[in-house]
Structures are given as C-alpha cells and as structure tokens.
C-alpha cells in the first residue's frame, strides 16, 4: 500500500489516481469511499453530525483500506488527526507526504465550496493554522515527502516512482 497524505489540495487524488495506474494497481480515495458508506457528501455529514463522528467512520475506514497490499490511497487532509491512522499507514505501506504550502493551496482552492473545514471567513489563515498543526503529524507518518510547488502531476508521480524504487518498494501487479 502506497499512501498519500498532506493538506486539502495538496494533489493527493489527482496524483494517486495517476501512480496507480503508473503501477497497475488499484486507486482507492478514502473520502469517496467514506461518501460511498455515508450516502451523503463528506460535507453534508459533517454539517449534520460534526467532525468528530466523521473522525469516527475516517478511522474505520483507513484501518480497513490500509490492509490491501497492492494499492494506492489517497487519504482525506485530517487523517493524521488520529494516531491509529498514522500508525495503521506507517506501518502497513509507504507514505508519501505531499507537502504543499498554504499560500499555494489557497490559490488553488479559494473557489472550492467542497471542503467544509475551508468553508470560514479567513481560509489562508485557516490552511495556515492546519499547516502549523499538521505538517508535524505529517511528516512523523511519512516515509517520503515530496514538494509540491509547481511541478505538473507527472512530474510527481515521476519523483514518487523514483523515491520508491531506491528505496526497494515499488509494488506492482
């Protein structure tokens, strides 16, 4: 299991969507899968229930697909929020921290409604905040960061595939 973590738009589904089928094996998003047990949007359910009981179901969720072998997961922004999460993805794959600074987040989300943790009145101040309190769980779970910044989505898959291939680790089909 390879798995991708970082802040909200730092690339994760877009560029595991693309190292999986790099490497021929399955791509699995936790939040879509989490949608998928909720029959509601991530967003929705956190208006209705809170985040805490979404940490809840997240955590399940993360224990579940963390234990395919042969896969690439994208995991939601928050999921080092938990320390069974950080532990079931250290120690069941490779973790790839796709580090991304606020203020280039914040350009690419600042029209997204999707995100309800970036639903306030100062969202660089709050992608700040995250990335202030996160970037340590962050980097604790990871195996491998890599800097975002500009490099185009190949060019990420590329440095990942490279990073798991000296490392020994590069799980294919």
Request: glycine content about 8%; some cysteine.
């Amino acid at each position: 299991m390879i798995g991708l973590i970082g802040l909200p738009g730092s690339g994760k589904s877009t560029v595991g969507r693309q190292l999986a089928r790099r490497l021929q094996i399955p791509f699995f998003d936790s939040d879509h899968v989490i949608e998928q047990q909720l029959g509601c949007s991530i967003r929705s359910f956190f208006e209705r229930e809170g985040e805490e009981r979404f940490r809840d179901i997240e955590e399940s969720v993360i224990d579940e697909l963390t234990q395919n072998q042969k896969c690439v997961l994208s995991t939601g922004g928050g999921v080092v929020l938990r320390s069974p999460n950080r532990q079931h993805l250290r120690e069941r794959g490779k973790v790839v921290y796709l580090n991304s600074l606020p203020d280039e987040l914040f350009r690419r989300l600042r029209h997204d409604v999707n995100r309800p943790l970036l639903q306030v009145a100062d969202p660089l101040g709050r992608l700040r905040e995250m990335y202030t309190m996160r970037d340590p769980l962050y980097r604790e779970t990871a195996h491998f960061t890599i800097d975002t910044g500009r490099p185009s989505v190949a060019t990420l898959v590329n440095m990942i595939v490279m990073q798991l291939d000296l490392a020994g680790v590069t799980p294919r089909q």
